[in-house]
Nanobody, 124 residues
Framework: QARLVESGGGSVQVGGSLRLSCTAS????????MGWFRQTPGKEREWVAT??????ATNYIDSVRGRFTISQDDRQLTLQMNNLKSEDTAMYYC???????????????????WGQGIQVTVSS
């Protein structure tokens, strides 16, 4: 069964950097996307960044563009987060196409496979 496992979260001060990684247990079909989402208590899950596995195009929510970089190599997805702000504090989730969860569609990409999430805390 396909799984996504996140790593690399933690606590950092405002202006600092963190690097999140997500490792897939199986090859993700190149027709899919992989992406990162985040969620804070009481709010809906928010899309953060996407990489299209076929064309390698990337896309970001406006609030992180220029600070975050998404990349993918083989079964690993990475989110490099620089110049972190307190509002970046959230549980971060890795996602990919496929999977058996109810699909979520964002920016033309379908997500049905999710990691368990990892906490990122940015403090001043």
């Amino acid at each position: 069964q396909a799984r996504l496992v996140e790593s690399g979260g933690g606590s950092v001060q405002v202006g600092g950097s963190l690097r999140l990684s997500c490792t897939a247990s199986v090859d993700i079909d190149v027709s899919y996307c992989m992406g990162w989402f985040r969620q804070t208590p009481g709010k809906e899950r928010e899309w953060v960044a996407t990489v299209n596995l076929r064309g390698r195009a990337t896309n970001y929510i406006d609030s992180v563009r220029g600070r975050f970089t998404i990349s993918q190599d083989d079964r690993q997805l990475t989110l490099q987060m620089n110049n972190l702000k307190s509002e970046d504090t959230a549980m971060y989730y890795c996602a990919a196409g496929g999977g058996s969860s109810r699909p979520v569609m964002v920016r033309g990409c379908r997500y049905g496979l999710w990691g368990q999430g990892i906490q990122v805390t940015v403090s001043s």
